[in-house]
């Protein structure tokens, strides 16, 4: 019996210290699903890189519905799963209110917001605004019909504030630029409505569109589909989006989204906590994609100019003005 | 605010928008006629939709992939029957079982199959639906008025928009002009009076619960062989609901839901060309354009624009004996 027992005992520790050596980081993808080819897809590639560089596993759920946040960052948790990585804005309440109770436990948010963070949540922010300036740039450059659009999945400052900079970029280059702004909807559904974005892609064209920018999940696969059957030029987002439709596809705006997840995840329990991480162009955070897809779409004159913006707005020339500033769009009204 | 190219493209969009909403309205309209309540609409869609592309992908042959979406909606709408005619359960548990259904099992199979995240590869060439011309739409385009009207609204479009269309007329004739269609609706209202008859209650309810897989079957594969190339998971977007809505407003008559198919359709249109709409100092959300299918839908319910009576035996699982 006392055999037994110190034999018992001795599984349990071992089991315990191992639970404590594999401390497996955790991510958590938002209703938009593993892949959407955009965002959660890039969270996704983050997490798969750095499994593949350093043998590791890691923990995953993709959540089917609003109710499930709070349930799986508590399953995670009590796991003993860390750092647990979740994307989305909609994540940053269910986190503050999870957080207090697992005190070991580090936690972080891609793209939420909240007043106060607690010691052990990192939130990570990128500044689509100026990646999104650069697009309306190359956009507007690309236009023949001085009329670009933008459609945004679900109706949130997060999108608007993507619509902003690309309108900011817009006008930087042609003053007199029409940008024609649609959001797909109010609801997550505007999310994977690929018929709706189609319908706004042909809406837009009609209305002279020649580029189209969609910022919107899996509705933007019928904007990039719709715009390379009728011929005019898109441009994708967060992830590199160009191989979709080869030399149909103006660019991407890359949010990079693997990299914060990739960095998280090596820190891993050392993780630094406790406020924000802003990503912009300086840090590689957001950008535009070039590659063989796209090459023959962007001239030489195009690129320098991009280079040139980025670069200013890397020193403070120029100044990218975020829609949360004022919750308004000095240039675009949506 | 309107001139009359932007109108005929408003309308052009409605009715891209309002034939998969018109063939899952009378999808439903055969089933509820019946007497059996079909809020499944949705999922039978969605399997369609994957099916119709996933195959066509495969076999590069979009009527190939039309047949598939129409089996595995078919498929699904024969389970509806066996739940709710042969062991008589719960018609909405059963409709509501067939959406969950659907959301999971295709995006499943779809990542089993194809390995992209539950979605189909991009389909192209003869593994879509392509526009049809229809003849002289380029010569006539340059007639005033009318050019227009037939070569940018009635001509250009895929074949399954005309066969929507056309379902129309051809359920309007078989409902009242048939003697199935006679016994169809009367089964729905009073299936005791049809056994008394001699004719079989379950035999007729499942030819309209089968007829309805068929036309969800044709709506699905419209959706991700004709306006999209490839299939989407929850791509069908509430789209089932919309269309059950639009059966309720035009209180289950084929002329009716048709109307009420493109009207729902011509507020999306309409919502998805103006954002905000401005009357003269007040205006209008995108948003209240979006909700009016629904608010439309309760007020006809609410019985303040006539009254939408449904099939009196809808619901209920006829038992021969008690």
């Known amino acids: 019996m006392t055999l037994m027992k110190s034999l018992m005992g001795a599984v349990a520790s071992f089991a315990l210290t191992a639970g404590m050596a594999l401390a497996e980081p955790a991510l958590i993808f938002d209703l938009g699903g593993k892949f959407d080819k955009s965002f959660n897809e890039a969270a996704f590639n983050g997490a798969q890189r750095w499994a593949e560089e350093t043998g590791g596993s890691f923990r995953e759920i993709e959540l089917q519905s609003e109710a499930q946040r709070e349930q799986a960052l508590r399953r995670f948790a009590e796991a003993g799963a860390n750092p647990v990585i979740t994307t989305g804005f909609a994540f940053a309440t269910p986190v503050e209110a999870v957080a207090g109770d697992y005190p070991d436990t580090k936690f972080v948010n891609i793209d ?182 796209n090459a023959s779409l962007i001239s030489d004159e195009m690129k320098m100019a991009a280079n040139d913006a980025r670069q200013k707005i890397i020193d403070g020339d120029i100044e990218v003005v975020a829609y949360y500033t004022n919750d308004s769009c000095p240039v675009l009204d949506f | 605010m309107m001139d009359f190219m932007t109108l005929i493209q408003v309308l052009d969009s409605t009715v891209r928008l309002a034939t998969p909403l018109l063939l899952a309205c009378l999808a439903g309209l055969y089933s509820e006629r019946a007497g059996i309540f079909d809020i499944g609409l949705e999922g039978k869609m969605l399997v369609a939709a994957f099916f119709s592309a996933a195959i066509a992908y495969v076999s590069g042959s979009v009527w190939l992939g039309l047949l598939a979406g129409i089996g595995a909606s078919m498929l699904l709408a024969g389970l509806h029957g066996l739940a709710s005619i042969t062991f008589r359960g719960n018609q909405l548990i059963s409709g509501v079982a067939i959406n969950f259904l659907a959301a999971g099992m295709t995006v499943l199979i779809a990542q089993d199959w194809f390995q992209q995240g539950g979605r189909t590869p991009s389909l192209a060439g003869n593994a879509r639906f392509n526009p049809i011309e229809l003849p002289f739409a380029e010569a006539l385009s340059g007639v005033p008025f009318f050019g227009p009207i037939y070569a940018e609204l009635l001509s250009g479009h895929s074949i399954l928009v005309y066969i929507a269309f056309l379902a129309v007329p051809g359920t309007w004739w078989l409902l009242y002009r048939t003697r199935f269609g006679l016994r169809l609706r009367a089964v729905g209202e009073n299936p005791a009076a049809v056994d008394t008859a001699g004719v079989s209650v379950v035999g007729l309810r499942y030819a309209a619960v089968g007829i309805c897989g068929i036309l969800c079957g044709i709506a699905g594969a419209y959706l991700a062989t004709a306006l999209q190339a490839g299939f989407v998971k929850d791509m069908t977007a509430g789209r089932g609901f919309i269309a059950l809505a639009a059966l309720i407003f035009a209180k289950w008559r084929p002329w009716q839901a048709m109307w009420a198919c493109l009207l729902f359709g011509f507020l999306q249109a309409i919502a998805l060309r103006y954002q905000n709409i401005d009357l003269g100092g007040v205006v209008i959300p995108v948003q209240v354009m979006d909700a009016l299918p629904y608010i439309l839908t309760v007020v006809i319910l609410a019985g303040f624009v006539g009254k939408a009576i449904p099939p009196r035996a809808g619901g209920e699982p006829y038992v021969k004996e008690r």
């Open chain 1, 112 to 293: 939420g917001w909240m007043p106060e963070v607690p010691a052990n949540v990192q939130l990570i922010a990128f500044q689509e605004h100026q990646g999104s300036y650069l697009v309306g740039m190359l956009a507007a450059m690309a236009s023949k019909s001085g009329t670009i659009g933008f459609i945004g999945g679900m109706d949130i400052p997060l999108i608007r504030h993507f619509g902003c900079g690309y309108a900011q970029g817009a006008k930087a280059v042609n003053p007199d630029i029409n940008i024609v702004a649609n959001m797909t909807g109010t609801t997550p559904t505007a999310w994977n409505d690929p018929v709706k974005g189609s319908e706004l892609t042909k809406a837009q064209i009609s209305q002279g569109a020649d580029v189209v920018y969609a910022a919107a999940g899996g509705t933007g696969v019928g904007v990039l589909q719709t715009a390379a059957d009728e011929g005019i030029l898109s441009i994708g987002v967060d992830s590199n989006q160009n191989h979709m439709h080869p030399g149909k596809v103006l660019t991407s705006m890359l949010k990079r989204v693997d990299v914060a997840v990739y960095n998280s995840m090596k820190a891993g329990a050392d993780m630094e906590t406790g406020g924000f991480t802003v990503l912009g162009l300086a840090e590689e955070g957001v950008g535009w994609a070039l590659d063989d897809n």
